[in-house]
Nanobody, 126 residues
Framework: QVQLVESGGGLVQAGGSLRLSCAASGNIASINIMGWYRQAPGKQRELVAA???????QYTDSVKGRFTISRQNAINTVYLQMNSLKPEDTAHYYC????????????????????WGHGTQVTVSS
């Protein structure tokens, strides 16, 4: 119903930058909130950043000041600009879209995200 395809992952040295992209297609007209999650080996999946159609954003504390989420609604694409990367940022990064009825107060609720991409690997070397 909704397809999400991530791109932009790769191997980068600590202190470097990457920009992840997520292209959404299908029945996306009503999608409001989109986010980026990540999961490292042995760790639970965590929300990295999320954004509403209007541009409101949320970030996990560990990436504040380093990562920026943005979107271009006209082409149904969301981005995650990652600067000053650290080895602890190494993880599989997933794009996710929340159920259309999700409201701003639910932006951090993982169970509201019904659509997921297959993810892209980000590896940061020390």
């Amino acid at each position: 119903q909704v397809q999400l395809v991530e791109s932009g992952g790769g191997l980068v040295q600590a202190g470097g930058s990457l920009r992840l992209s997520c292209a959404a297609s299908g029945n996306i007209a009503s999608i409001n909130i989109m986010g980026w999650y990540r999961q490292a080996p042995g760790k639970q999946r965590e929300l990295v950043a999320a954004i509403t159609s209007g541009g409101s954003t949320q970030y996990t504390d560990s990436v504040k000041g380093r990562f920026t989420i943005s979107r271009q609604n006209a082409i149904n694409t969301v981005y995650l600009q990652m600067n000053s990367l650290k080895p602890e940022d190494t993880a599989h990064y997933y794009c996710a879209a929340a159920r259309p009825s999700t409201i701003l107060s639910q932006i951090r609720v993982e169970s509201r995200y019904d659509y997921w991409g297959h993810g892209t690997q980000v590896t940061v070397s020390s």
